[in-house]
């Protein structure tokens, strides 16, 4: 015996999602408690696309149920893209409207993307975006006014804080694998950057010298090109003067003779073999003068931009360099917008900053 069945329809088109919603809104405009509602979706579309926001559909439906649950909960998509460098990914929230919202309830935002570019999106992420609006660390939500889209922009700060995360991961493991592929070649193996000399062996590695910490703060990654910042404290301008720095790599007769903390910097072959390994500015005050200086390492400008942020901060007595891998792929300015942010990261997680701001607060330096 041959059973029929009804097909299922076809789901609905970008415009019939359009439509669907331009009806949905003159609804809710005819209801003056749902004003609030209707104005602020409009608000989103103008922000974020008319095509961006979409009402929502269980996926079994086939855009056939009711954006409005039986308790009076609106329910909507709103698509967005991560902000540049980031604008080619994008991901999709669910937005839920109590029947009370805006004035007495709040709304509840939820990931629908299981995928943020090639990464999984994982329950740290999805919970951490449900609790938008109930956690201390989320948006703050009162009674009678709209919040939708602080909190959708809250929600695009935590995935583009996520997504870097992961893809400074991914960095760095290709740079541990290809360390590791590298530590297997012969030794009379002849690949060598362009501005490497042939037949020179890795520098001898260099000690610190004793009683300095150097930070080291997490990758910046951006269209494959990678940023490090790394900062410590010095007590003379002799520790990091670069003027015979080029015989650190040259000869290690001349060992002696070179800036100890940049030439152990640079011993290190995972540095050295950076497109510019030691971008870096320093500022060192030895009884009432000021000594400071910069090196750009080939990326002109650079160590300038980081001196810089050193005067506006106010930080003395620290060494600060970036590392910067290129990627293959032209930054422009931006690249100089890393190279600031990875100095000033290593700043922060060395506790120079907080040095700065007590003597900015109490016009006297704090001891150690």
Request: proline share 7%; with cysteine.
């Amino acid at each position: 015996m041959l059973h029929s069945s009804t097909p299922s329809p076809p789901p609905l088109s970008n415009e019939d999602y359009a439509q669907e919603l331009q009806d949905f809104l003159t609804e809710l405009l005819e209801n003056t408690d749902q004003e609030a509602v209707a104005s602020e979706i409009q608000v989103l579309q103008s922000i974020y696309g008319d095509d961006a926001i979409r009402l929502w559909h269980p996926p079994s439906t086939n855009g056939n149920s009711s954006a409005r649950r039986k308790d009076g909960t609106i329910r909507y998509e709103v698509i967005m893209s991560l902000p540049s460098p980031h604008e080619d990914v994008s991901l999709k929230v669910l937005v839920s409207l109590p029947e009370t919202y805006p004035k007495s309830s709040p709304p509840q935002l939820q990931l629908l993307s299981k995928y943020i570019g090639p990464f999984g999106a994982d329950s740290g992420l999805f919970g951490s975006i449900l609790r938008t609006y109930i956690s201390v660390n989320g948006v703050e939500w009162t009674p009678d006014n709209v919040c939708v889209f602080d909190g959708l922009q809250s929600v695009l700060e935590r995935c583009v804080e996520w997504y870097e995360d992961k893809l400074s991961a991914e960095k760095a493991g290709e740079l541990v694998r290809e360390d590791a592929k590298e530590s297997i070649r012969p030794s009379s193996s002849n690949l060598y950057r362009e501005d490497e000399i042939p037949g020179i062996q890795d520098p001898t590695p260099v000690a610190l010298p004793a009683g300095v910490q150097i930070f080291v703060a997490e990758p910046i990654t951006d269209r494959k090109s990678v940023f490090i910042g790394r900062a410590c404290r010095i007590n003379h301008p002799s520790e990091v003067s670069s003027s015979l720095l080029l015989y650190t790599c040259l000869d290690p007769e001349f060992s002696t003779k070179v800036p100890l903390i940049l030439s152990h910097l640079m011993s290190d072959r995972r540095i050295a073999r950076a497109a510019h390994p030691i971008i870096n500015a320093w500022r060192c005050q030895v009884d009432n003068v000021l000594h400071q200086d910069n090196d750009d390492d080939g990326e002109t400008a650079a160590g300038g931009r980081i001196a810089h942020l050193l005067q506006i901060l106010e930080v003395n007595n620290v060494l600060v360099v970036v590392t910067r891998y290129f990627g293959g792929i032209h930054l422009g300015p931006d690249r100089f917008k890393h190279i600031n942010q990875a100095a000033r990261n290593a700043l922060e997680l060395g506790g120079f900053l907080d040095a700065a701001d007590t003597k900015r607060n109490t016009g006297r330096a704090k001891k150690h």
